[in-house]
């Protein structure tokens, strides 16, 4: 993960993402959070949480029914920044990284729901497979993974890698997860001309 960047720019990158809101950027794939948000003591790991905006979306959401938030940012100054956008709420950070996730395991906590918002182009192709296997022993049966492709170049120094939709989904069923939804190319919320998302979630089926 290129942690250096996004601690030397973490001020100005954290204004970018705070610039739009939890619903601009997860249109489309909504339902899925929703659901999970309306269980009793649901848990969702955060992974890339950088500024914060994500977990302090889904804490406040999931706050008449104690949903439990664990957001996870590389990049220390930026998870910093995160810790203050998310001060008071039900959000615990640590400091962890895939494909190891070591702070995680050590928890011993299943989720329901598991978040990679543009983190998956920073993961290089021989670590994905690993990557998978950890987060989906991490899910409970039935739990989601919710994973955002971003195709296009990096623009800056950070090193990006090439994602497929059909790749991740081909790799994820050897661990149990299967598609329920996987969503057309769009536009970047930002701008970027050059830059295009995709959506794709992910469940782990039952009595895995």
């Not at 990557?131 to 022993?137: G, Q």
């Not at 739990?143 to 497929?164: C, Q, W, Y």
């Amino acid at each position: 993960m290129p942690d250096n960047f996004y601690n030397k720019h973490a001020t100005k990158l954290a204004d970018t993402y705070l610039s739009k809101t939890f619903e601009q950027v997860h249109q489309h794939c909504l339902e899925h959070f929703t659901s999970v948000l309306s269980k009793q003591d649901a848990r969702i790991l955060d992974l890339g949480a950088g500024s914060g905006r994500d977990s302090k979306y889904l804490a406040e959401q999931g706050a008449i029914n104690n949903v439990h938030i664990t957001a996870i940012e590389p990049a220390q100054t930026l998870a910093e920044l995160g810790k203050q956008h998310t001060q008071g709420l039900n959000v615990n950070w640590l400091q962890d990284s895939l494909p190891d996730l070591k702070a995680v395991t050590k928890q011993e906590i299943s989720f329901d729901l598991i978040l990679l918002s543009a983190v998956w182009m920073h993961i290089p192709d021989s670590q994905r497979e690993r990557s998978l296997r950890k987060l989906a022993n991490l899910l409970k049966p039935g739990g989601k993974l919710i994973i955002s492709l971003r195709h296009g170049p990096s623009g800056d120094e950070r090193e990006m890698f090439a994602v497929s939709s059909e790749l991740l989904i081909k790799r994820a069923k050897v661990f149990g997860l299967s598609p329920v939804l996987v969503t057309d190319f769009n536009k970047d919320i930002i701008g970027r001309e050059t830059v295009t998302w995709q959506t794709v979630v992910l469940q782990l089926r039952l009595g895995v």
